[in-house]
């Protein structure tokens, strides 16, 4: 039996089915896309494609997240340690600003965990990730050179306390690193750390000891000290600016020291000013008047100090401030005064003026003797010339005294060193302060009226002068 209709009716069935399959297909696929634009589509459903586009889509929408979660971290203080030192600042004042780029990355790794930033995101510290700031150069270098102007601990040269008679030697000092810490400032911030040590360097001294040239000033080896008037206010000036070029000079060992190479030319544009000098046995004004009385004050320290004399001229008459035979005349650049440091190790000379009273040492390890000596013999008075002049304007039978005459002296000095009770070397020297010339004016004027007024009263200006002196200074 043939069977002619029976296959159409079985395909009939068998198109329907098929039909209502491929419908149902369509309509799932379509459902899946939609789905897919509002969430992620499932791994084992999306290829690698759609999962990679879903992710940029939705970091490109959290940059904005976390550019506001790192602008909160930079407004959370830091602790800041150095040298023992501990202070608050907050990131945005160390200079630390918002990167960009880095913050696309950040958004991208919230956006593959599927997570959302907020404000708090970096506020714990980061266990992944990184913070996305960095340093701004210019706002960096400028927090961390105030933070050095805080923190630094400034080095000490080595310096010389010469009214404790001590040497200070130096300290370094310890300072930030602005390099250094710029790069620990920027990996603690990006890691979310709550406290950073910024980086150090030592701060050597502008001085040392080496500098300073002596290392011990603890022994007084010569000491003198002359008197001033103190009403003087322009001579008083002249003795303390050139004190304090002098104060702190160090001798070296074989070194000859020159008051005029020192000091140099006493002008007024540096500060001396006029006041009294002794000009040809008289007193007159002139520039850095009161010099002389700085050089014969020194003068002294170096002869009880043991040092040798090179040069030292006498005044033109002797000198009310200083004994006879210890003054020393200056005269820039003709007349000096020289001496020279014969021990082998260095001295300083400490120079103080005030109150009345201008006082020299000499310091260094201290003298091999225990005594020194000075020692002033008068060899011979010289009489002064009197030479008179007739002045018509003074009556007659009057007479007044224009300059005063001085008598001069031929002396010996001597400088004994002592060491146990016993004399173990003499310095002598021949001196001389040659007579002062006197001139006397005599009246020669007729006229009556002027006639009866009393002949001036003049004093002697010779006060008698012993023979010999002795001072000693003991070690």
Not at 68 to 79: G, K, S, W
Not at 101 to 128: I, N, Q
Request: glycine share 8%; proline share 6%; net charge negative.
């Amino acid at each position: 039996m043939k069977h002619g209709k029976a296959p159409s009716l079985l395909l009939g069935a068998a198109g329907v089915m098929l039909a209502a399959s491929t419908a149902l297909t369509v309509a799932y696929v379509l459902d899946i896309r939609r789905a897919g634009a509002a969430s992620p589509v499932p791994s084992e459903h999306a290829g690698p494609d759609q999962a990679a586009l879903g992710a940029e889509e939705r970091s490109a929408g959290q940059v904005d997240e976390v550019v506001a979660a790192a602008e909160a971290f930079l407004d959370r203080e830091v602790e800041l340690q150095f040298d023992g030192d501990r202070i608050q600042h907050t990131w945005r004042d160390l200079g630390l600003v918002v990167e960009e780029d880095a913050a696309k990355d950040e958004a991208a790794r919230f956006a593959s965990l599927g997570e959302v930033p907020d404000a708090s995101a970096y506020s714990d510290g980061m266990s992944d990730g990184e913070v996305p700031v960095t340093l701004d150069e210019e706002l960096a270098r400028d927090a961390l050179l105030d933070l050095k102007g805080q923190l630094d601990r400034s080095p000490q040269g080595a310096r010389l306390d010469l009214e404790g008679r001590k040497v200070h030697h130096a300290q370094p000092g310890f300072g930030i690193d602005p390099y250094r810490s710029a790069s620990a400032l920027e990996l603690a911030a990006r890691t979310g750390q709550p406290s950073v040590e910024l980086e150090g360097v030592e701060l050597p001294p502008s001085t040392t000891v080496e500098d300073l040239g002596i290392d011990d000033i603890s022994e007084v080896m010569g000491r003198f000290s002359t008197r001033y008037g103190t009403h003087q206010e322009r001579r008083v000036a002249n003795l303390k600016r050139a004190a304090a070029d002098l104060n702190g000079y160090v001798i070296q060992p074989g070194e000859e020291f020159s008051f005029n190479e020192t000091l140099g030319e006493r002008k007024e544009e540096i500060g001396y000013k006029v006041a009294t000098v002794i000009r040809a046995g008289e007193f007159a004004d002139g520039t850095a008047g009161g010099i002389c009385q700085i050089s014969s004050t020194l003068n002294g320290a170096a002869f009880f100090a043991g040092l040798e004399i090179v040069r030292a001229r006498p005044h033109s008459r002797p000198i009310g401030y200083i004994p006879m035979a210890l003054d020393a005349t200056v005269v820039y650049p003709y007349v000096d005064v020289k001496f020279k440091n014969d021990y082998d190790f260095p001295v300083v000379i400490h120079y103080r003026v005030a109150e009345g009273e201008a006082l020299v040492e000499i310091l260094g390890k201290g003298r091999p003797y225990d005594e020194i000596e000075f020692v002033r013999q008068i060899r011979e008075e010289i009489p002064f010339e009197s030479i008179t002049r007739d002045d018509a304007d003074m009556p007659v039978g009057t007479m007044r005294v224009q300059q005063h005459g001085y008598l001069g002296y031929d002396i010996i000095r001597y400088r004994n060193f002592y060491k146990d009770g016993e004399i173990v070397k003499r310095d002598r020297w021949n001196l001389e302060y040659p007579p002062v010339t006197e001139y006397v004016r005599v009246g020669t004027n007729t006229d009556p009226n002027l006639m009866g007024q009393e002949p001036e009263q003049q004093e002697s200006r010779n006060p008698a002068v012993p023979r010999t002196k002795r001072h000693a200074m003991r070690q």
